[in-house]
């Protein structure tokens, strides 16, 4: 069952840029995670925001969770090359996590 | 960090045949085991939760009678293909959840299935 959507599905910046994707979902959760996948590989764990957590950093990321409005965004900040990835957003509320669509992320040099 | 190895990385089969993937977690347990399914530049689905020394709980729509799913020890589960048909051809990911920040999964490298 598919959880999250994500916007926008594709985004080509330049390197040095900021990049921002956004996850809706649809049901409670006790958290939400974002993922890196490369192209053909397994996914990679980013960051986990706890749903009592409104903002969260690491390094060259923010995340932020809005449970209101049932939103989290990832902020990448000074863009690189080797950002060049698909980032997905992942629910945990039953013992499971349920994928988001994913952003596919263009980092240009 | 925590790692989870899928084995083999690509197989291609005759239609009709069964292929065994195998996911290990190389330095932690793991009691409970995801296997998602991935088509070209789309998200990841779940198909099963793996538990260790009792059956696999399906998600909706997944043949537990074609994706047979075991989970013999704490640190091996398999999925097997069987009479495995082209439009099973996809990527299989396995993962594992692990000891660190609660929740946090760890994944296998994914495992490239072609049906000819």
């Known amino acids: 069952s598919q959880q999250g959507e994500e916007d926008p599905q594709a985004l080509s910046i330049q390197e040095g840029e900021n990049a921002t994707m956004n996850c809706s979902y649809k049901t409670s959760i006790n958290n939400l995670q974002w993922y890196r996948q490369n192209s053909g590989r397994g996914l990679v764990h980013l960051i986990l925001?706890?749903?009592?957590?409104r903002e969260k950093h690491s390094g060259r990321l923010r995340v932020t969770l809005d449970t209101s409005k049932k939103s989290s965004s990832l902020l990448i900040t000074a863009s690189r090359a080797a950002d060049t990835a698909s980032y997905f957003c992942a629910t945990d509320g039953t013992d499971k996590l349920i994928f988001g669509t994913g952003t596919r992320l263009q980092v240009f040099p | 960090g925590a790692v989870v190895s899928q084995h083999p990385s690509r197989v291609i089969c005759k239609s009709g045949t069964s292929v065994k993937i195998e996911c290990r977690s190389l330095d932690f347990q793991a009691t409970t085991m995801f296997w998602y399914r991935q088509f070209p530049k789309q998200s990841l689905m779940l198909m099963a939760t793996s538990n260790e020394g009792s059956k696999a709980t399906y998600e909706q729509g997944v043949e537990k009678d074609k994706f047979l799913i075991n989970h013999a020890s704490l640190t091996l589960s398999t999925l097997t293909v069987t009479s495995a048909h082209p439009e099973d051809s996809s990527f299989y990911i396995c993962?594992?959840?692990?000891?660190?920040?609660?929740?946090?999964?760890?994944f296998g490298e994914g495992s490239r299935l072609t049906v000819l």
């Open positions: 993962s594992a959840r692990g000891w660190g920040e609660a929740g946090e999964l760890f």
């Open positions: 925001i706890r749903s009592n957590e």
